[in-house]
């Protein structure tokens, strides 16, 4: 018996021993493979969220890192159910992508394309009906029975009960497509949609592109044994761009041209209507001075409303008329500031409804109340939140007022959001509510990752020449300010595109929490042309894309170099598309202040890149040879100084290959080393999670050789 006491003594004691060792245990560090894997670190969490527009129910995904389709839920806010809608299936391309659900606007009905296939199914989950083949982007006519689509680029409208398409264009072909944006208006002016109902559903109009202009642009398969290639059209800075034409038809084939950009070189950005039925069209000149919104009365042109700015004017999206049709909001920087304002259709009246804060977007109009939610930059340019703005003049509020990212997906009726709320170092959690009440609901709530060794997150302010940066760092676990780190900094640099924002940051910034365990800082800042609030700083980057986003980055190692703890002889700098411009820009025009640099995808030289992006900054080639030269990773390419990692996807159809290929001949011609790494079949965001796995990987191995 006291034997048996003795042993279980013994055992309790070592027991106690042993608990504080296994409590104190470092946590597991991050492993590349789990920040990129079909199941996310943070759970699955909602996306591609769609409400019916009576804000009854909406749709959702619970994406993950795999690739494919997705099940489709639906979730009924009048009951709580949640139910899966559509259960996914491989069906070959056009498998029932998210941005092709739409609601019929009456809400009764889901239009959505199943292996290119246009279906109907009613709100409840039943009648599914197959209405045309080869079809893409469905939109619903007003009275909710017709569906209009775009098949083999020409565009048609069918009868929801069934029968034969109605044909409302008749001379698409490979190279000339109607109600289908070309890639530039897609990538560079956000076109969703390039053709619209009428408000009372007799007429379609259209914008129809002939692109046999554009320089065809090859993107070579090399993995095929015999070498293939795509001849996509891209229409580089200074070259010529689509012949846009805006046209309206009606069932019976009657067709009318009203504009055409072949005159004047311009933009056709935006397609629409006004309350009256009268087409309408946003008109952008090529040096993009001056936005008009116009409308088509016959012959009449009949000017709506005019921006007009000696840089560039902001294309910020299509006015939103409201009920009265006699008065519209848009967005505009006109005053400095990127706000709301409200303009009257007859005289061109115009209020400006917020001040003091950048407004990004119209969330969603309350037409009854006569208050707009617009995204805003609120309360202060790192934050993220709606506002609630009454159009006659006051105060706005606040839907979410703390601090952080608050994302709101609401139905056009402007009642019911869901809402996600984030901030830097924080995933996002989700939640249900309405405009009408106050509180929300929890609907999805991320994983918490706090017990994985994570090193301390800090938002910040750094003090320069330019007044006050935004940034942030990130420092390893069990810091010791005693001791010196080598420093990664990421960038981006482009205009009006922060790093730091107050929000989670996704796998970019678990991949940040990995460096910081593996023994790095990591910080990032934005230069003032990347910041939001006064379009005075972006203009810096006005014909000086590459000097004056060096600018800030140079403030943020001047920034690092106080710092007791930083090896200043240890910095490297690394980031994707412009960031990776940036990183190769800042190699070769600052040679020796960083000793490492990783660029993914990067711009190098504005030359190669797209005629709508490029020349709102840059102007044209021959306009500007000195700017585009003073702006050049290539002309300076002797002057690199460090090691050099180059990623690139060889189907990059945004920026090409051919960037990267024309800084590497540059470096062999002035002797200079460099490491690079290609994505077979791989676009611009190299996705997949075999290569994503790769990518980030022979980053880090890179940092820890080189850094």
């Not at 009048?78 to 069906?91: G, P, Y």
């Not at 095929?224 to 070259?239: H, K």
Request: include cysteine; proline fraction near 7%; aromatic fraction near 10%.
């Amino acid at each position: 018996m006291k034997a048996r006491s003795y042993r279980l003594w013994a055992l309790a004691a070592l027991c106690a021993l042993v608990a504080p060792l296994v409590s104190s245990a470092a946590p597991a560090p991050l492993r590349i493979d789990e920040i990129f894997a079909p199941e996310p670190l943070i759970g699955r969490l909602p996306a591609a969220i769609n409400w019916a527009p009576d804000g009854s129910r909406f749709l959702y995904t619970l994406p993950g890192g795999q690739q494919g389709p997705l099940d489709t839920h639906v979730y009924d806010v009048r009951t709580n159910r949640d139910a899966i809608f559509f259960v996914a299936k491989a069906e070959g391309k056009g498998a029932r992508p998210a941005a092709e659900i739409v609601w019929s606007p009456d809400s009764k009905h889901i239009a959505y394309l199943n292996a290119g296939d246009l279906w109907t199914v009613a709100a409840d989950g039943t009648s599914h009906k197959k209405l045309a083949t080869g079809a893409d982007d469905p939109q619903w006519s007003p009275d909710s029975r017709r569906i209009a689509f775009v098949h083999e680029n020409d565009v048609y409208a069918v009868a929801t009960g069934g029968g034969t398409p109605v044909r409302y264009s008749t001379d698409g072909t490979n190279d000339t497509n109607n109600g289908d944006p070309d890639w530039a208006y897609s990538e560079e002016l956000g076109m969703r949609h390039a053709y619209r109902w009428s408000p009372d559903g007799t007429r379609i109009a259209y914008l129809h592109f002939d692109q046999r202009p554009i320089t065809k642009f090859p993107i070579v398969d090399f993995l095929d044994t015999d070498n293939t290639f795509d001849q996509g059209r891209y229409p580089l800075a200074g070259e010529k761009n689509s012949i846009v034409s805006l046209r309206v038809a009606d069932a019976a084939g009657k067709t009318q041209t009203l504009y055409s950009t072949k005159a004047h070189d311009d933009y056709l950005a935006s397609v629409g209507w006004t309350p009256a039925g009268v087409p309408a069209a946003q008109i952008l000149d090529r040096s993009q001075k001056r936005l008009r919104y116009v409308a088509f009365a016959g012959a009449t042109v009949q000017p709506l409303v005019t921006d007009t700015d000696p840089d560039w004017v902001d294309f910020t999206g299509e006015p939103k008329w409201l009920a009265d049709k006699q008065h519209f909001l848009f967005l505009s920087d006109r005053d400095g500031e990127e706000s709301l304002y409200l303009a009257s259709a007859q005289g061109g009246d115009v209020q400006r409804l917020t001040h003091g804060y950048r407004v990004n977007g119209i969330a969603a109009v309350d037409q009854t109340a006569r208050v707009a939610y617009v995204d805003a930059a609120w309360p202060t340019r790192r934050d993220a939140t709606v506002l609630a703005v009454p159009l006659g003049g006051g105060e706005p509020r606040p839907l979410a007022s703390e601090h952080g990212a608050h994302r709101f997906f609401m139905a056009s009726s402007a009642h019911d959001f869901i809402r996600a709320d984030s901030s830097f170092g924080v995933p996002p959690a989700y939640s249900i509510g309405t405009t009408t009440a106050t509180g929300v609901r929890p609907f999805v709530q991320a994983k918490s990752l706090s017990d994985r060794g994570f090193g301390t997150a800090e938002l910040l302010s750094v003090d320069s020449k330019f007044g006050k940066l935004d940034a942030w760092i990130i420092k390893p676990p069990n810091f010791d300010a005693t001791k010196t780190y080598p420093v990664i900094m990421q960038v981006y640099g482009g205009p009006a595109s922060p790093t730091t924002n107050d929000s989670w940051g996704g796998e970019t910034y678990l991949y940040h929490q990995a460096l910081a365990q593996a023994g790095f800082i990591v910080f990032s800042i934005d230069g003032p042309g990347s910041q939001i609030d006064k379009t005075a700083a972006v203009r810096m980057l006005y014909h000086s894309l590459g000097p004056a986003s060096l600018a800030g980055q140079l403030e943020g190692v001047r920034y690092l170099k106080t710092l007791p703890y930083v090896d200043p002889k240890r910095i490297g700098i690394w980031g994707w598309s412009f960031g990776g411009y940036e990183t190769t820009y800042a190699l070769t025009h600052a040679p020796g202040v960083w000793k490492v640099g990783v660029a993914v995808a990067p711009v190098t030289d504005w030359k190669y890149y797209d005629s709508i992006y490029t020349e709102r900054y840059m102007g044209t080639p021959k306009q500007n040879p000195a700017a585009y030269a003073e702006s050049s990773v290539l002309e300076k390419a002797g002057s690199l100084q460090g090691s050099l990692l180059i990623s690139h996807g060889t189907s990059d159809d945004n920026v090409h290959l051919a960037n990267t290929i024309s800084l590497v001949q540059a470096f062999i011609l002035n002797g200079k080393q460099i490491d690079m790494m290609v994505y077979p079949r791989k676009t611009h965001g190299i996705s997949g999670i075999p290569q994503r796995r790769h990518l980030f990987t022979h980053m880090l191995e890179y940092w820890q050789a080189h850094l």
